[in-house]
């Protein structure tokens, strides 16, 4: 209890009041897990030390992504696909106690018949909307297509006029093109500053940027390079694995290549490969990028090993989470805690993020399965979970 004694004013007795001095509490930290076989949730307490599971939800069911609303803190949405039902959409208005699933998920418009369509073979990427539009959600799918809903997750519409340009058409490739699972719409980012400045990428088809609600939107891939033998002017080429935005400082962004991590810090238009710095025989390759939220100049990857047949495995079988504390200048390596050798898992696209707690806590999820988290930004590492199936997605969110 504090004691604080006021000086008299008019007053012709000293008078002391005592007040208690007010501690907020800390909000508990939920992990939004998404795998081959279903969901899971993992609440954390005040510390970040016990954990309470939550799940399956889904069992058997391909989980590509599971978001929180941060705009209410209750409401769950999770992309869904099963042999049965086929690719969907299922919301959570209780953070995830009872489940509906959308009336109309992301489709591709109907073409003539006789004419060859495009089919949602799932949906891979979910992202909240802007503060101001409180009911908005944006999707990526595969093959790469860009939905939009304004009620909440319950009914899906083409959004912009890329789905069915002929220049972005071409820019998408084929079916057969992109990631061995299906080319990705994925990293949709809108800026907090401005609900009509919006970016999204494509795996292939590069990077994307409109500043007018999406009614145009102009490739930003000068600066990034592509696979040896192919020509970079071709935006087909460029494969941006994970593009994330700095919430402290929007102007500045960063990307996972398949050839490099890379800055951008607007109003330049030219990335900047700042992978060159890591270490030569661990390299630049990987899928995850994480940003600090409240540092623009820290951000953690997670490389893997890119040699020419793409094991896609850890390095070595050497684990490692690397952070820069610079922007690039210099990396240091992470991995107190982490196996030492024989780790041959790997952590994909949005399988790896933080939370907003101080210090910033990390997570991320493996393709064996096991769910590893630090309450240091990256100093020690626990394994918190194990025994899940292959994990497709990570995300951290604190409850209100």
Excluded at 116 to 130: E, N, S
Excluded at 186 to 214: C, K, N, Q, T, W
Aim: glycine residues 10%.
């Amino acid at each position: 209890m504090a004691r604080v004694t006021k000086k008299p004013v008019t007053r012709t007795r000293r008078q002391t009041v005592h007040t208690k001095k007010i501690q907020r509490p800390a909000r508990r930290v939920v992990v939004l897990v998404a795998t081959r076989k279903g969901a899971w949730l993992f609440h954390g307490d005040a510390a970040r030390k016990v954990w309470r599971v939550n799940g399956p939800h889904f069992l058997g069911h391909i989980i590509n992504h599971l978001v929180l609303d941060p705009r209410d803190g209750r409401t769950l949405l999770a992309a869904t696909k099963s042999g049965h039902l086929g690719p969907s959409i299922f919301r959570s208005t209780d953070r995830g106690r009872t489940w509906k699933e959308a009336a109309q998920p992301p489709a591709f418009a109907k073409v003539p018949e006789g004419e060859k369509g495009r089919a949602v073979d799932h949906t891979f990427w979910l992202t909240p909307c802007h503060a101001n539009e409180p009911n908005a959600w944006y999707a990526g799918t595969s093959p790469q297509g860009l939905f939009r809903s304004d009620d909440g997750g319950d009914t899906w519409a083409p959004f912009s006029c890329i789905n069915d340009d002929p220049q972005y058409r071409e820019w998408m490739g084929s079916v057969q093109d992109g990631t061995p699972d299906g080319p990705k719409m994925h990293s949709i980012i809108v800026d907090p500053r401005d609900p009509a400045h919006l970016y999204f990428a494509m795996s292939g088809g590069g990077v994307h940027e409109s500043v007018d609600g999406g009614q145009h939107f102009t490739p930003i891939v000068k600066g990034m390079e592509v696979v040896g033998g192919f020509d970079p002017a071709n935006i087909t080429f460029h494969d941006p694995h994970c593009v994330r935005l700095c919430p402290s400082n929007p102007d500045r962004l960063y990307q996972q290549n398949h050839c490099g991590i890379y800055r951008l810090d607007r109003p330049s238009i030219e990335w900047v490969r700042i992978g060159r710095n890591m270490p030569k025989r661990v390299g630049d390759i990987g899928f995850p990028m994480v940003v600090h939220p409240r540092d623009a100049e820290t951000a953690w990857v997670f490389p893997m090993d890119g040699q020419s047949v793409w094991p896609r495995t850890s390095p070595e079988g050497k684990p490692a989470v690397f952070v820069t504390r610079n922007g690039g200048k210099r990396w240091q390596r992470l991995d107190n805690g982490m196996p030492e050798s024989q780790a041959w898992w790997t952590v994909k696209r949005q399988a790896m993020t933080a939370d907003a707690r101080d210090p910033v806590g990390l997570y991320f999820g493996t393709t064996s399965g096991e769910l590893w988290m630090s309450r240091d930004e990256g100093q020690r590492w626990i394994c918190i979970a194990r025994n899940l199936p292959e994990i497709y997605a990570v995300e951290a969110a604190e409850l209100r």
